[in-house]
């Protein structure tokens, strides 16, 4: 693995840690110019992953750090797409549903990916030509530890959907009704943040669709663990991948399918 990744991994757990360092007292919320809630382990971990990665070179484009122009990210082949406190209604709940979100994005497209649990200590992180692993904190420089997940092959006839805990999923109805022929039940879970993928990827959930608004931090590293499953991040209803760095940040609506449902409905 790159040395780059490896670091990233550290300031993902790193970040982490300082989320639960405040996730364990009592704390202020700040409501933000754009309506969303901050607080101070929002900061902290935003601070302890850039310290990190700065010194490699690699912009930067966060949720918690100044966006520059399109006109100067337009010339970067690279950068880091990180969201250091994702899920911050969960957090401010206290119901353990919030993550550390960490992508590497080249030329527009999301190559590697990473995904802590603050909470449960576990990280999950890969790309293509890498494979994508999961394993405690405690484990990450011991790669022996490392469990690798493979997509699970078949589906069976139950599509466990998954959506977001703090949003309704929007115009759900036209997508049921293209899977309904292909499956006798579907299931709906609900969680809040990236959290969602860590279902998806072990195959706990096969699909999720978001018809509500997000940016680009929050789906980057997903993405890249998705389609290095074989699996894809497509937008709606124009189905094409989601790219990053746009001009706007903002996502299009999109749908998340697994590989054993990409076949299923070959």
Request: aromatic residues 10%; contains cysteine; glycine residues 8%.
């Amino acid at each position: 693995m790159k040395e780059i990744y490896k670091i990233a991994l550290k300031a993902a757990i790193l970040g982490s840690k300082e989320i639960i360092n405040v996730y364990q007292e009592d704390f202020e919320t700040i409501i933000k110019e754009d309506g969303s809630p901050l607080t101070k382990a929002d900061l902290a971990s935003s601070s302890a992953i850039n310290e990190l990665l700065e010194p490699l070179g690699i912009p930067i484009t966060s949720e918690e750090t100044t966006h520059l122009p399109f006109e100067t990210r337009n010339k970067w082949n690279q950068c880091w797409c990180i969201d250091p406190l994702d899920g911050t209604k969960e957090f401010i709940k206290k119901n353990g549903e919030f993550a550390v979100n960490i992508a590497h994005i080249v030329e527009g497209n999301p190559v590697f990916g990473i995904i802590t649990s603050p909470v449960k200590e576990e990280v999950i992180f890969g790309g293509k030509g890498i494979g994508v692993f999961k394993c405690k904190f405690d484990e990450i420089t011991l790669s022996a530890k490392w469990k690798e997940i493979t997509p699970a092959k078949d589906l069976g006839v139950i599509l466990r959907l998954i959506g977001s805990r703090s949003h309704g999923t929007g115009p759900l109805q036209d997508l049921l009704n293209s899977l309904n022929p292909y499956f006798s039940e579907i299931v709906f879970t609900s969680k809040g943040s990236s959290m969602k993928f860590f279902d998806l990827a072990e195959g706990h959930a096969h699909i999720y669709p978001r018809f509500a608004p997000t940016m680009e931090w929050d789906i980057a590293a997903g993405q890249a663990i998705m389609e290095a499953l074989g699996g894809e991040v497509i937008s709606h209803p124009m189905g094409l991948p989601l790219k990053y760095n746009k001009e706007n940040l903002l996502n299009p609506y999109f749908v998340v399918r697994c590989k054993a449902l990409i076949t299923a409905m070959a």
